[in-house]
């Protein structure tokens, strides 16, 4: 099991929208996918097509990490109504709030891990929708990953949050989990036409070299239009959606290279 923390240290970049995305891939691919949704706002859950309403969630998850709590914190995407696979939802909440402070213990820090380890025989790929900030929330996140993809946008800010992203990635790394390893930065958002736009990428291009992911993303109305209906990219109609759509895909190619996940069309080949 792979376990990705999809992470900004800045709101409005789209995050969840990259989250959701690449879910639709992995789920396009038969993957079995794990989405935890750590953002408070819990717009990852609503995309994915569950109600969040009287279940048990990530905060009673962050609360005791026990195995019969996970499990029942964990349903199944409205998604499989498309067609078949297996892609799940760690249930959000806007509770999850309140183990967001600025200094968590090591025991709170290590909480996500735990409980991800007794589902692990269960999924081939775990993304972590996380806060847009570097509090307890991400910390647990990134303790429990394998690698961070840091989501950013062409803006006059980008660099200075995707190199404060990658220092803390690398402070995690040094005094918490050695695993840990940043996957590279998604440029999302991009308007190709923008020379605005195109500066800023050969700016982070310039500071951060191959750390900077192929392809970035174009803004596209397509993929609000899916998570607005919950509906997956792969399946959205149109044009503009299945170019994006391949977008994802080339991301999920990286992901699954850099975790050794068999793709199991392959497998099923062979």
Same mark, same amino acid.
């Given at each position: 099991?792979?376990?990705?923390?999809?992470?900004?240290?800045?709101?409005?970049?789209?995050?969840?929208?990259?989250?959701?995305?690449?879910?639709?891939?992995?789920?396009?691919?038969?993957?079995?996918?794990?989405?935890?949704? *750590?953002?408070?706002?819990?717009?990852? =859950?609503?995309?994915?097509?569950?109600?969040?309403?009287?279940? *048990? /969630?990530?905060?009673?998850?962050?609360?005791?990490?026990?195995?019969?709590?996970?499990?029942?914190?964990?349903? =199944?995407?409205?998604?499989?109504?498309?067609?078949?696979?297996?892609?799940?939802?760690?249930?959000?909440?806007?509770?999850?709030? /309140?183990?967001?402070?600025?200094?968590?213990?090591?025991?709170?820090?290590?909480?996500?891990?735990?409980?991800?380890?007794?589902?692990?025989?269960?999924?081939?790929?775990v993304l972590i929708d996380c806060p847009p900030s570097l509090n307890a929330l991400?910390?647990?996140?990134?303790?429990?990953?394998?690698?961070?993809?840091?989501?950013?946008?062409?803006?006059?800010?980008?660099?200075?949050?995707?190199?404060?992203?990658?220092?803390?990635?690398?402070?995690?790394?040094?005094? *918490?989990?050695?695993?840990?390893?940043?996957?590279?930065?998604?440029? /999302?958002?991009?308007?190709?036409?923008?020379?605005?736009?195109?500066?800023?990428?050969?700016?982070?291009?310039?500071?951060?070299?191959?750390?900077?992911?192929?392809?970035?993303?174009?803004?596209?109305?397509?993929?609000?239009?899916?998570?607005?209906?919950?509906?997956?990219?792969?399946?959205?109609?149109?044009?503009?959606?299945?170019? *994006?759509?391949?977008?994802?895909?080339?991301?999920?190619?990286?992901?699954?290279?850099?975790?050794?996940?068999?793709?199991?069309?392959?497998?099923?080949?062979?």
């Open positions: 099991m792979h376990v990705l923390s999809v992470s900004s240290l800045k709101g409005g970049v789209g995050k969840t929208t990259v989250t959701l995305g690449l879910a639709s891939a992995a789920f396009a691919r038969s993957l079995r996918t794990l989405v935890v949704d *750590l953002d408070p706002q819990a717009d990852v =859950s609503t995309g994915l097509d569950v109600q969040i309403a009287g279940r *048990l /969630n990530v905060s009673d998850v962050l609360t005791s990490p026990k195995e019969k709590i996970v499990r029942q914190a964990i349903t =199944s995407s409205g998604w499989t109504r498309v067609h078949d696979g297996t892609i799940d939802v760690m249930l959000g909440s806007p509770s999850a709030i /309140n183990f967001d402070g600025p200094h968590p213990t090591v025991a709170d820090v290590w909480k996500l891990e735990e409980a991800l380890a007794s589902i692990e025989a269960e999924y081939d790929l991400t910390r647990t996140a990134w303790a429990a990953s394998d690698r961070v993809m840091v989501v950013t946008e062409p803006g006059l800010f980008s660099v200075a949050a995707a190199d404060r992203a990658l220092r803390a990635i690398e402070e995690i790394r040094r005094g *918490l989990s050695p695993r840990l390893q940043p996957l590279g930065i998604v440029v /999302n958002r991009v308007r190709p036409q923008s020379v605005e736009h195109q500066f800023r990428i050969k700016e982070l291009r310039d500071m951060f070299g191959p750390l900077v992911l192929e392809p970035q993303l174009p803004e596209r109305t397509s993929l609000q239009q899916a998570q607005g209906a919950a509906k997956p990219l792969h399946v959205w109609p149109g044009e503009s959606a299945q170019e *994006l759509a391949a977008d994802f895909d080339a991301l999920l190619d990286r992901i699954m290279r850099a975790g050794r996940i068999a793709d199991p069309a392959e497998e099923t080949a062979e």
